[in-house]
């Protein structure tokens, strides 16, 4: 894959905007692995192979289990997760896959039964923030940067 562009470098006052967003992110009270495995899944959704080799090991770092990480395509049969996981990661795939979900009220439900109001917000403010993260790496083909095509690493 060739990258297209180097967004930071075409754009960097809309770049300093994304990372004024992704700071704000990482202040929020959604403990860090719980917004590290929202983070994975959306970029699995997304096809965003930029963001699930950046946030893998920032995954595990913040204490998810290599087991989970192997699962979490298929959370919804897995019983590695636990309610809170669940809620988080059914409104994270509502929210990514908008078009068809809709956002349903069940997903909503679930999240409020888990969260406090603030902690839906915010949780939501993840999951659009790594959204737009996916979208920039895939849109303009971003390669990660200690690799380079087809190096097998």
């Given at each position: ?74 959370w919804r049969e897995s ?16 929210l990514t896959r908008l ?55």
């Amino acid at each position: 894959m060739t990258p297209r562009l180097d967004y930071f470098k075409a754009a960097p006052e809309a770049m300093k905007a994304m990372l004024a967003l992704e700071m704000a992110s990482r202040q929020l009270s959604i403990p860090l692995a719980l917004r590290e495995l929202v983070k994975m899944r959306v970029s699995q959704i997304n096809g965003c192979a930029f963001c699930l080799d950046m946030h893998a090991p920032e995954a595990r770092a913040a204490g998810i289990s290599q087991q989970k990480l192997d699962v979490l395509a298929a959370w919804r049969e897995s019983p590695a997760f636990d309610a809170r996981e669940r809620a988080a990661l059914a409104w994270a795939e509502a929210l990514t896959r908008l078009e068809a979900s809709g956002a349903p009220q069940g997903d909503y439900d679930a999240l409020a039964a888990q969260f406090s109001a603030v902690e839906c917000v915010e949780l939501t403010l993840v999951v659009n923030t790594i959204n737009a993260w996916n979208r920039f790496a895939v849109g303009f083909r971003a390669l990660h940067p200690e690799r380079t095509e087809g190096d097998g690493r």
